[in-house]
């Protein structure tokens, strides 16, 4: 059984949504067991208008949390009974098996690093975010941890990747294109321009050059690479946009009589298509290159969300997505040291 730890304490809807989220998973499968962590009254109240197979729910204790607006370092450093820093300690101590969190992105960047500790060989651990595209999903990383990156960090997130969506998502030589403002190969700011050759050397990712932002809808590529300011102003603008574009959509179809009987003619397949684009049925970003695994999830994130965020560590786990980048890592040192 996967034992994840849950913030209960963590995101804009907590307890309240954290709390359906943890047991919506374990009703859902078996095979989890959660660890809610957080403040014993809130947490137990809440639990109280749910029935859960028991077995499956534990509470652990944590009698402070960490608010948004709170510096991460201080934070991490004097709050040491946060949801947050007992919930890191529970994957540091082998307790769980991972951390799921909606609270500051900013402390769980920083605790992610000091507390549950980087894999060797790991320059920088990104958050990978799934969104949807034409032709399934794709990976864009980094989204939100690393705002100033060099090359050879964005040639690592481009690997594990590449990992990660060999295995979690089952594409086999996942497409590697890095974001770009057009498709040549001289186009680009430094970084873009330093990292395309290096990624273009690599013989263990499928790259297949620059992606511009107006072909990551159409599913240009499986893994999208960028440094975290990028990737969080087009994760963000995705997800604005997706949002904009079904309340126009059912605005419109509630508009007549006539587009109200329509809308009962193509509510099936509609449903379905704009089902694609909620962001809450892709789970959360997992920060990878960690010698554990911690999920960070929208601070906005209901029920759903928080569900999917905690299943997607069972395949995470299954899967052996870390011991496949500390293999990935490994072998590359190796050959370094062999060239």
């Known amino acids: 059984m996967i034992r994840v730890a849950v913030d209960a304490m963590g995101g804009d809807h907590a307890p309240s949504e954290i709390v359906k989220g943890a047991v919506s998973a374990v009703s859902k499968s078996k095979e989890i067991q959660v660890l809610l962590v957080g403040q014993k009254e809130a947490v137990s109240k809440e639990l109280e208008n749910h029935s859960y197979p028991k077995e499956q729910v534990e509470f652990i204790q944590a009698s402070e949390v960490i608010e948004t607006g709170e510096s991460p370092v201080n934070a991490i450093r004097k709050k040491k009974d946060s949801s947050i820093v007992v919930g890191m300690n529970l994957v540091k101590s082998g307790e769980a098996d991972a951390f799921v969190s909606a609270g500051s992105s900013g402390a769980i960047l920083v605790g992610g690093q000091v507390i549950v500790g980087r894999l060797k060989g790991v320059e920088r651990p990104p958050f990978g975010a799934l969104i ?202 190796q050959a370094q040291e062999n060239a």
């Open 132 to 333: 949807p595209t034409e032709k399934g999903v794709s990976l864009l990383l980094d989204c939100g941890a690393n705002v100033d990156s060099r090359s050879s960090h964005l040639v690592q997130f481009a690997r594990m990747g590449s990992i990660y969506m060999e295995h979690v998502i089952g594409i086999n030589k996942p497409r590697v294109g890095i974001v770009n403002i057009g498709a040549e190969e001289e186009k680009g700011n430094s970084l873009v321009k330093e990292t395309f050759p290096l990624l273009k050397a690599c013989g263990d990712i499928n790259f297949t050059g620059s992606i511009e932002a107006r072909e990551i809808p159409h599913g240009g590529a499986d893994v999208i690479v960028c440094e975290a300011f990028t990737g969080n102003v087009i994760l963000k603008l995705y997800e604005g946009t997706g949002a904009v574009l079904v309340s126009m959509i059912k605005k419109g179809l509630m508009s007549s009589l006539r587009s109200k009987i329509g809308a009962l003619l193509i509510k099936p397949a509609l449903k379905d298509t704009l089902k694609a684009f909620d962001a809450s049925q892709y789970g959360g970003a997992p920060m990878l290159g960690l010698k554990g695994l911690v999920v960070k999830t929208h601070g906005s994130a209901r029920e759903q969300e928080v569900c999917n965020s905690i299943l997607q560590c069972l395949t995470f786990k299954e899967q052996k997505i870390n011991e496949k980048i500390k293999e990935s890592l490994d072998a590359k040192e």
